[in-house]
């Protein structure tokens, strides 16, 4: 079988028609010429409009994307967004020598089936090369896009370092802003509520889970009995005595703190049960969670959207003791995970959610329950993060490590964050801004939709 191209096997069957000298081969020769070329040429001009077409709606792809991303973080008003989809289109576009002049028009609809969406669309005209010769001198060619978010639903814990070194360089304040930034940032997106959930977790050494808790079952006070209440006398006189008994303290004087669980589960989200002391949470009396200190660590806020109260709890926040960022990872965790303690509201099965963890510290490790070495609370943290990430939470952790001084660049918050582009090393506290900012425009889930 022949392999040579049609036109050019067209071509050949024309010129023997056309040297024939049989009969009436030549006028039915000239008959045909005409359809037949227009034939020819009319595949020849469909196939550059078809491929003007592809090229358009790749670009009004790229352009739609890219003003929802605008729009959503705030970076365009809506009475920018034709003018941005132009200018992003003509950057875009590479079939301008087919289509020299392309009209775009975008429209935005605040809400939808399918959420907030852009849709931009692009009309063009094609001047035909053989096709004009049947009366065709042009041929229309248009394409939309259609970029929607707010299908997707956000959960995010706020896992903020309260120790005593924020208190350096600006660093506390500058973290307060930013954290509060982004809680407008993520708050803009929600069309309904429920769409955006924000949990906020300051740690220390320990969380502060409050003592209006005190009477939960999840709540371990073994330890703390041992070590909060007093002696008494209960044969013979104090001077005297005979035997002491050891009476524990009301557990209405527990100060809210709790330390890491049990290993295994310091590094698991397992919900408490009664019958399993380990899945517990210990209780400890930490003298920077009492109310009355100056720097009293504030207590846990579970997911919610009443953004004012969670600002005022960024507000709150002092700097105060030691560094250990693996048991504000595992409440972070607990935050998004349904069940006791935190009961994170259940999901609506009419929507995709992505859960998220920023976790912001400016310092090594120090100490935990368990550990006062670095690499000691290192590795146990950096298997919390593999499972926090791992299916089925598949939590995307972000990471930002403040550091003013000379630490070196943390490798645990390096290892834990969701990607090389999810960790953010910040030398100057007042990159917090533009980091968190970076962070809420990455959880901005967007989507082409046709």
């Given at each position: 079988m022949?392999?040579?191209?049609?036109?050019s096997?067209?071509?050949r069957?024309?010129?023997?028609?056309g040297?024939?000298e049989?009969?009436n081969?030549?006028?039915?020769?000239a008959?045909?010429?005409l359809?037949?070329l227009?034939?020819?040429g009319?595949?020849?001009?469909?196939s550059?409009a078809?491929?003007a077409?592809?090229?358009?709606?790749?670009?009004?792809?790229?352009?739609?994307?890219m003003v929802s991303?605008?729009?959503?973080?705030?970076?365009?008003?809506?009475?920018?967004?034709?003018t941005?989809?132009?200018?992003?289109?003509?950057a875009l576009?590479?079939?301008?020598?087919?289509?020299?002049?392309?009209?775009?028009?975008a429209?935005y609809?605040?809400?939808t089936?399918?959420g907030?969406t852009i849709?931009v669309?692009?009309?063009?005209?094609?001047?035909?090369?053989?096709?004009?010769?049947?009366?065709?001198?042009?041929?229309?060619?248009?394409?939309?896009?259609?970029s929607?978010?707010?299908?997707?639903?956000?959960r995010?814990?706020?896992?903020l370092?309260?120790?005593?070194?924020?208190a350096?360089?600006?660093?506390?304040?500058a973290?307060?802003?930013?954290?509060?930034?982004?809680?407008d940032?993520?708050?803009?997106l929600?069309?309904t509520?429920?769409d955006?959930?924000i949990s906020?977790?300051?740690?220390?050494k320990?969380v502060?889970v409050?003592?209006?808790?005190?009477?939960k079952y999840w709540?371990?006070?073994?330890?703390w009995?041992?070590?909060?209440?007093?002696?008494?006398?209960t044969?013979g006189?104090?001077n005297?005595?005979n035997?002491?008994?050891?009476?524990?303290?009301?557990?209405?004087?527990?100060t809210?703190?709790v330390?890491?669980?049990?290993?295994d589960?310091?590094i698991k989200?397992?919900?408490?049960?009664?019958?399993?002391?380990?899945?517990?949470?210990?209780?400890?009396?930490?003298?920077?969670?009492?109310?009355?200190?100056?720097?009293?660590l504030?207590?846990?806020m579970p997911?919610?959207?009443?953004?004012s109260?969670?600002?005022?709890?960024?507000?709150?926040?002092?700097?105060t003791?030691?560094?250990?960022?693996?048991?504000?990872?595992?409440?972070?965790?607990?935050?998004?995970s349904?069940?006791?303690?935190?009961?994170?509201?259940?999901?609506?099965?009419?929507y995709?959610?992505?859960d998220?963890?920023?976790?912001?510290?400016?310092?090594?490790?120090t100490?935990?329950r368990?550990?006062?070495?670095?690499?000691?609370?290192?590795t146990r943290?950096k298997?919390?993060?593999?499972?926090?990430?791992?299916?089925?939470?598949?939590?995307?952790i972000?990471?930002?490590q403040?550091?003013?001084g000379?630490?070196?660049?943390s490798?645990?918050?390096?290892?834990?964050?969701?990607?090389?582009?999810?960790?953010?090393?910040?030398?100057?506290a007042?990159?917090t801004?533009?980091?968190f900012?970076?962070?809420g425009?990455?959880?901005?889930k967007?989507?082409?939709?046709?």
């Open positions: 022949s392999r040579l191209p049609l036109v096997r067209i071509g069957q024309l010129a023997r028609f040297a024939a049989q009969g081969i030549a006028v039915i020769f008959i045909a010429l359809p037949v227009t034939f020819v009319a595949a020849v001009d469909y550059r078809v491929q077409r592809s090229a358009m709606q790749s670009a009004l792809d790229s352009t739609a994307l991303k605008d729009l959503s973080s705030g970076t365009i008003t809506t009475s920018q967004i034709s941005k989809a132009q200018d992003y289109f003509k576009f590479t079939a301008t020598n087919t289509l020299p002049s392309v009209t775009v028009a429209t609809t605040a809400s089936s399918m907030s849709q669309t692009g009309t063009g005209s094609y001047t035909t090369t053989f096709m004009k010769v049947a009366g065709f001198p042009t041929l229309d060619v248009g394409a939309n896009s259609t929607a978010w707010g299908l997707v639903r956000m995010v814990a706020l896992v370092d309260n120790t005593g070194s924020m350096q360089d600006g660093k506390m304040a973290m307060q802003t930013a954290a509060k930034s982004l809680v940032q993520l708050s803009a929600a069309k509520s429920g955006v959930y906020v977790v300051p740690f220390a320990d502060n409050g003592n209006s808790n005190s009477s709540i371990d006070f073994s330890d009995d041992a070590a909060n209440g007093s002696w008494s006398c044969s006189s104090n005297n005595c035997n002491w008994k050891w009476t524990p303290a009301n557990h209405n004087a527990w809210g703190c330390v890491d669980r049990d290993q589960y310091d989200n397992t919900t408490p049960t009664s019958g399993n002391v380990g899945t517990l949470f210990p209780a400890e009396q930490y003298s920077y969670c009492n109310t009355g200190s100056s720097s009293y504030q207590p846990i997911l919610s959207y009443d953004w109260s969670l600002k005022g709890r960024i507000d709150d926040m002092k700097p003791g030691n560094t250990n960022q693996g048991i504000g990872l595992a409440w972070g965790w607990m935050t998004l349904t069940g006791d303690p935190m009961n994170a509201p259940a999901k609506d099965t009419n995709t959610y992505k998220a963890i920023v976790i912001l510290s400016d310092g090594l490790n100490q935990n368990w550990y006062s070495s670095a690499s000691q609370i290192d943290q298997k919390l993060c593999d499972n926090a990430k791992a299916q089925p939470s598949n939590i995307t972000y990471t930002v403040v550091n003013t000379s630490d070196p660049t490798s645990v918050l390096q290892y834990c964050a969701s990607g090389t582009d999810k960790f953010y090393l910040v030398t100057k007042d990159q801004v533009s980091v900012k970076d962070i425009t990455s959880l901005s967007l989507r082409v939709a046709r």
